[in-house]
């Protein structure tokens, strides 16, 4: 199977250090991404894709089955730049809303170079049936990336909790996440400094919801706010018929 010549606009700094068949995938991925904002994700075939990125359509195929695929692997780049973008904070501070702040902060630090066309895969991902909804069994890889990071930043804070709670928290944190997430998609400021102002106010009032849901008498409180979001989470079951 021929490769692709990775010369050109689309690589990533640093391609040339990386195996030649990531190289490939990075040079596929970008294509595909400058493509989706210039022509609109449902205009974009994978078609276009191979020929732009000078790649055959089954090698384009072959790093990636389909388009929502290729956004998988946008997900993916998402998850792993935010990883790196929070070590200095989840590494170096321990209360609780510098590190809630810093986790969100620093998805909006990363997200932002994508802003532009992020309504382009929002329009997709918000139809229950999309695999490219981030509730999706496609999007576990991405979601549970996320889920660890939160739980990362609940560990390593001072703030007390009730131990039986720390499974529950990092998801109800991820879906504060989305909220912002839908938010920052809708934020037509300059710099998303709305969506930026809202992390500044919500960052205190999560951790000090956190902290009181040690509390005995707030735990049942907890408990049940999860099993209702779980419940009627997208995606989730009917759980009249079990």
Request: hydrophobic letters at 40%; one cysteine or more.
């Amino acid at each position: 199977m021929a490769e692709a010549n990775t010369a050109g606009p689309g690589r990533a700094d640093g391609a040339s250090k990386a195996p030649k068949s990531e190289q490939t995938r990075t040079l596929i991925l970008e294509t595909a991404l400058r493509l989706f904002e210039e022509r609109g994700y449902d205009k974009t075939t994978m078609r276009a894709i191979a020929q732009e990125a000078g790649v055959s359509v089954g090698n384009a195929y072959y790093y990636f089955s389909s388009k929502e695929h290729l956004v998988q692997g946008f997900y993916d780049r998402i998850a792993t730049e935010h990883e790196a973008a929070v070590q200095p904070v989840l590494a170096g501070e321990t209360d609780l809303t510098e590190r809630i702040r810093g986790v969100l902060l620093g998805w909006l630090d990363v997200a932002e170079q994508y802003h532009r066309f992020a309504a382009q895969f929002f329009k997709n991902a918000a139809d229950p049936e999309s695999p490219l909804s981030p509730f999706s069994e496609d999007s576990v890889a991405a979601r549970e990336a996320a889920i660890s990071i939160h739980r990362r930043c609940l560990a390593g804070s001072s703030t007390k909790r009730d131990p039986e709670l720390d499974q529950l928290l990092p998801q109800l944190m991820w879906l504060m996440q989305m909220g912002l997430v839908l938010f920052w998609v809708y934020d037509r400021t300059e710099d998303t400094e709305r969506s930026r102002r809202l992390v500044e106010r919500t960052a205190p009032l999560a951790a000090r919801a956190i902290a009181l849901s040690r509390f005995r008498v707030l735990r049942p409180l907890v408990r049940q706010i999860h099993k209702v979001l779980v419940e009627f989470m997208p995606g989730a079951p009917d759980v009249r018929s079990s």
